[in-house]
């Protein structure tokens, strides 16, 4: 006689759909246990603080930190002992462990607790105004392990190819932009702190700070840039001969820059 072969059915409904990544339960998830064909096994209950639910007939079942998946083995062994051949459905109906952590100073730090499968895209949407985050330089770390740096090319120019999934525990390091503005400093009529944006030149910086004083000694001009260090090394610039033409002396400017006009001693 041909053995039966017990059909094990685990689904998990959420608004959106499924994760792409089986969820793990935790305290506090509400979950349907479905036993097809015996109702009286069948419960809606909760995950209890201490990681376990209770069954009729069977009693205390550790839930916490299993995928639901696993969850529905374990039951399908338990109920053995009353059910010949159980069939499980095990239903996730409220989580409350697809936590998020968001840290760093250019958005609202602290945990969020998404209930639907959420992307990167989304989450970055519902921080607010990201208006001061330096989205070139965050990072995405999973199981302590960064699997995705830069944010700009996703959230400022809608490359969705550099969307992902979120998982439960993600963490979300969003520097602000402070440590990338670029300093203009010396003799220069308006010295300031700007904010980077790709493209910008040494001479886009000079005119924004209003141009030289008449003391400034124009063609020394000293670019400090950050090197992988923590270091800075200097670049000179012939400002004068960019006024002039000479464009190979207009470099770009790099996020973190100062850009000091030295004072003319004659």
């Given amino acids: 006689m041909r053995k039966i072969i017990l059909t094990v059915i685990c689904c998990i409904f959420l608004s959106a759909g499924a994760f792409a ?19 009286e096994l069948s419960v809606l209950t909760k995950v209890r603080p201490d990681g376990k639910i209770s069954i009729p007939a069977v009693g205390e079942i550790k839930a916490s930190g299993l995928t639901p998946m696993e969850l529905t083995g374990v039951l399908e062994k338990e109920m053995t002992k009353v059910v010949k051949t159980p069939i499980i459905t095990v239903i996730l109906t409220d989580m409350t462990n697809y936590r998020i952590f968001v840290f760093g100073k250019g958005a609202p730090a602290g945990m969020k607790t998404l209930t639907r499968e959420t992307t990167l895209l989304e989450f970055l949407s519902q921080l607010g105004s990201l208006e001061k985050a330096d989205l070139e330089n965050a990072y995405l770390i999973r199981d302590r392990k960064k699997i995705k740096s830069g944010f700009y090319q996703l959230f400022e120019k809608g490359d969705f190819s550099q969307d992902v999934v979120l998982e439960p525990n993600d963490m ?95």
């Avoid at 935790?26 to 979950?31: A, E, N, P």
């Avoid at 400034?216 to 923590?230: F, M």
Wanted: aromatic share 8%; net charge negative.
């Fill in 172 to 266: 979300l390091f969003i520097p602000d932009i402070f440590e990338n503005r670029i300093s203009v400093v010396g003799e220069i009529r308006k010295p300031t702190t700007l904010d980077y944006r790709e493209g910008l030149t040494v001479m886009d910086i000079l005119l924004t700070a209003g141009g030289f004083t008449e003391f400034a000694k124009k063609n020394d001009v000293e670019i400090l840039r950050k090197k992988g260090n923590g270091e800075r090394t200097k670049i000179t610039v012939k400002a004068k001969d960019v006024l002039k033409g000479e464009l190979n002396e207009n470099i770009a400017i790099m996020p973190g820059d100062v850009v000091v006009v030295k004072e003319s001693l004659f």
């Fill in 21 to 39: 990544k089986d969820y793990v339960i935790g305290d506090g998830d509400s979950l349907q246990i479905s036993a097809w064909g015996s109702p």
